[in-house]
């Protein structure tokens, strides 16, 4: 667990247990909540992009958990209905980008135990292996150095697990808060000798894995763009451009309507209101960010900036409960408003 989760883990549990978030979630919890994840793995393995990771012991005791508590599990659609329909009970729907290929082998097993419907969001670039997934190789080599030089960035030590994982964290965020940082990624991947394609290709669900993931009565298949870009760096018709065609190429693999969107990355720098106006016209039903909130009726108007609740790999109860009842958005934004969209 890095610092600024550590300090949040620890506020969560004051808040669990100081009967504080009892009195926030009356305003904050909202109707439901769509979790997010990325790959799921094996309880024992060291990942460097340990963000990506959640491991599959823990989503179980996730999913378990919420039985216990009588969430509902519901199929995005239903979640959507439920905007407009309300019901008693609290649901929560998952969703996993990318389309990494251990959501078929790891995740959908775990998701099978407990009914569990779920949404993967696939990028065409991990199915075809075309996808400049910088943040793989970023991973690769700080797996396999115990030092890193970035141009303009700096040098990382990460000789051992939690230096690798912050290294990890440290050069990730720099590249959001600037894509120019770029170039110089690829060029110190280069010159290790690392192969993009080749760690997609260990990644990635394959057409025939898509197929078989999309005919699974607990899954839904949404759109993720072509190259998974920062959409907002783009100009109108490439972001068009994405949308549409990687659309397409979902539709043309599994035989089925994709009616639901994700923006990569899904931060304030990567999409907002231009990205959901085009999602809109495009005809996608909803899309999602990576913006941390819950959801509320109001969402009925912002159907293409949908937020979602990141689940970690370091969920306990106290960070769970806090997360479901919606305390997140309240520590974010100092108990501003509760309702989130672009
Ligand atoms: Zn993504």
């Keep these: 667990m890095s610092l600024p989760e550590a300090i949040k883990s620890a506020v969560y549990t004051a808040a669990h247990f100081s009967g504080l978030s009892g009195a926030l979630a009356a305003r904050y919890r909202g109707r439901g909540t769509i979790f997010a994840l990325h ?9 460097p992009d340990h963000t990506l990771r959640c491991p599959a012991g823990k989503l179980e005791w996730i999913l378990r958990r919420l039985r216990q508590q009588r969430f509902d599990l519901v199929t995005f659609d239903e979640a959507i209905e439920r905007l407009s329909t309300p019901v008693a009970r609290p649901f929560v729907t998952f969703t996993f980008d990318d389309g990494f290929a251990d959501n078929l082998t790891k995740a959908l097993p775990g998701m099978e135990k407990f009914a569990a419907p779920f949404t993967v969001y696939v990028s065409t670039g991990m199915v075809t292996r075309e996808i400049d997934a910088w943040w793989f190789g970023l991973a690769a080599l700080i797996r396999s150095h115990d030092d890193v030089v970035i141009p303009g960035l700096g040098r990382f030590h990460c000789a051992d697990a939690p230096s690798k994982q912050r290294a990890y964290v440290a050069i990730e965020a720099a590249v959001h808060k600037n894509f120019d940082l770029l170039p110089a990624i690829r060029a110190t991947l280069a010159d290790a000798g ?6 997609v290709d260990s990644e990635a669900l394959s057409e025939e894995q898509l197929r078989t993931l999309s005919a699974h009565p607990l899954v839904t298949i949404g759109g ?16 068009r451009w994405e949308m549409a065609q990687n659309r397409a190429f979902l539709e043309q693999i599994t035989g089925r309507p994709v009616n639901h969107n994700a923006y990569p990355f899904g931060h304030s720098g990567a999409c907002g209101d231009r990205e959901a106006e085009i999602c809109r016209t495009l005809g996608f039903r909803t899309a999602v960010t990576t913006r941390s909130g819950m959801l509320f009726a109001e969402h009925r108007r912002h159907l293409h900036a949908l937020p979602r609740i ?18 997140s958005r309240a520590f974010n934004s100092r108990l501003g408003h509760p309702v989130v969209a672009m």
């Design 39 to 47: 790959s799921i793995v094996d309880d024992d393995e060291f990942h």
């Design 194 to 199: 690392i192969q993009i394609r080749a760690l």
């Design 224 to 239: 993720h763009t072509t190259t998974h870009p920062n959409l907002a760096r783009t100009t109108p018709a490439t972001a």
């Design 310 to 327: 990141c689940l970690t790999r370091d969920e306990n109860p106290s960070t769970l409960h806090c997360k479901l009842n919606g305390l």
